[in-house]
């Protein structure tokens, strides 16, 4: 919603009376014909909806209102409609949108205590709050004080820490896990075929678990077959296990013990009664999309079980599902995400930014994308067209595509387009990974709670920030900014 404060006691141009405020309505789900009525106009006229430039979608118009609580309906296409991801509640006029918006301008809308118990965090598609000063519009975002941030961020840790990895554990489900003696040729095949991103790895004549092949190890592989001077030839992958090629990785890092031999990376693990805090901190400390749960009924730790593989996201489902209904105890929820210190942006002209958002032309080669990957140490690179509008987004995980019919044995990195490797990826299912998840979006204006719920559905990792209508990109929000910032 957009909101413009008039100054006390002065009359606003357009018939707009002093000590009223504007309020921008939004009906973002579409229609012919959309009005809009509530007890700010005494429920006595219908005010037409005109589509936003670019967005025909999305309909708003522009109302004057008092400060205050408001009821509002819509009317689309000769039906009254009430929009479900707004608060609402049921009145005489049945199922209502609500408002409250108070006398100071500078305060952050909350809804009054008496209605939570029927009213969901309000999820505006456009709300923002402006001063109005000699017909400028100066854009303020709204504050909290850094007290509630905390306080929010302590009932978060406190619930964590009171929720064990058994809590992350499906009824149901299948943990692939791979031998380090396979052939890595056949291991990636099988990554494929599951339609798995990443597999732990099991070392027989130790008898325990050692490590895990992810997209990233696949990525590295190619990379490597594609350089002249490389040692590793495609038919060496039918021979070449994966013991080798990680000790051949660790050789690549520069990763040595004090006798010159070739030390690998320790896997990262947590047991089943980890609480979830900690296993959210050893993901984020230790950069890993995931982390095994691992359970030995020996002190030894001999005879290990392979349970589940934790991630962020289904730590975020267990917050979600906490605190869905109870959202008012965590007020830094209701913040547009604008106003935090979250995801990464694209710079504003004269503007500096420590670490650049990293974009991709469809028309770009397949190998600048795997190098961006790498280089950048990011899962995922937003594609988009001339215009720097979202297209798609190109991710780790695509690269296991590659695996369908061995189509990385007969393909040039520098030659293959970003739009050539997705159409290989939309002609596979992935178990893992909806393909109409793949961009989820949201606007700078969005709450935080709107992004995590984003983040509830299957497959995502990633929500790009768009700007309304054109979906000119501005910036993107992963699983591990959302847990920096929740965890302090």
């Known amino acids: 919603m957009f909101v413009s404060r008039m100054d006390s006691g002065r009359e606003a141009g357009g018939g707009v009376a002093a000590g009223t405020v504007l309020m921008r309505f939004v009906w973002p789900h579409g229609g012919r014909s959309v009005l809009i009525t509530g007890s700010f106009n005494g429920w006595g006229e219908l005010v037409a909806m005109a589509p936003v430039e670019g967005c ?8 004057s209102i008092t400060p205050g609580y408001h009821l509002y309906k819509f009317y689309v296409d000769g039906e009254w409609r009430y929009d479900e991801h707004q608060s609402w509640v049921t009145s005489e006029y049945g199922l209502v949108n609500t408002l409250l918006f108070p006398m100071d301008a500078n305060c952050n809308p909350t809804m009054g205590s008496e209605l939570h118990a029927n009213m969901e965090l309000d999820n505006e598609h456009f709300r923002r709050v402006v001063h109005v000063s000699d017909d400028t519009l100066n854009e303020v975002s709204p504050t909290m004080s850094e007290a509630d941030v905390q306080a929010s961020r302590h009932r978060i840790s406190v619930f964590l820490s009171t929720q064990t990895a058994y809590e992350l554990l499906p009824k149901s489900g299948k943990v692939v896990a791979l031998d380090v003696d396979l052939p890595v040729k056949q291991a990636f095949h099988i990554l494929y075929e599951q339609g798995v991103p990443m597999a732990p790895l099991w070392d027989f004549s130790r008898g325990q678990f050692v490590g895990v092949l992810s997209a990233l190890d696949f990525i590295l592989i190619l990379r490597e077959l594609g350089n002249h001077g490389s040692n590793l030839t495609e038919e060496e992958l039918d021979t070449h296990t994966i013991a080798a090629w990680k000790e051949g990785k660790s050789y690549l890092n520069r990763q040595f013990d004090g006798h010159g031999r070739a030390v690998t990376r320790q896997l990262i693990h947590a047991g089943p009664f980890d609480n979830l805090k900690e296993v959210a901190l050893k993901i984020l400390r230790n950069d890993v999309c995931t982390v095994p749960i691992i359970h030995s009924s020996s002190d030894d730790g001999s005879f290990p079980q392979l349970l589940h593989l934790a991630s962020l996201s289904g730590i975020l489902k267990c917050i979600f599902r906490y605190f869905r209904h109870v959202s008012g105890s965590l007020p830094v929820l209701q913040l547009p995400i604008c106003s935090i210190p979250l995801g990464t942006w694209v710079p504003k002209i004269g503007e500096s930014n420590g670490r650049p958002l990293a974009m ?37 995980s695509d690269i296991t595509a590659l695996a369908k019919d061995r189509v990385y044995t007969h393909i040039n990195l520098n030659e293959m387009t970003i739009h050539q490797a997705l159409q290989l990826g939309q002609d596979s299912f992935y178990p ?22 984003r983040f509830a559905n299957p497959g995502v ?16 929000v992963t699983l591990s900014d959302i847990f920096r910032f929740l965890l302090g």
């Open 56 to 63: 025909p979608r999305v309909f708003q118009a522009i109302c």
């Open 360 to 396: 991709l032309r469809p028309s770009a080669s397949l190998s600048a994308a795997l190098n961006l990957l790498i280089h950048a140490q990011v899962s995922s690179i937003p594609i988009v067209d001339d215009n720097d509008s979202l297209v798609d987004i190109y991710c780790r």
């Open 432 to 453: 893992y990974e909806l393909r109409s998840q793949r961009c989820q979006m949201c606007l700078r204006s969005d709450s935080l709670f709107k992004v995590m719920e």
């Open 461 to 476: 990792r990633q929500v790009i920030i768009v700007e309304a209508g054109s979906k000119r990109v501005e910036g993107i």
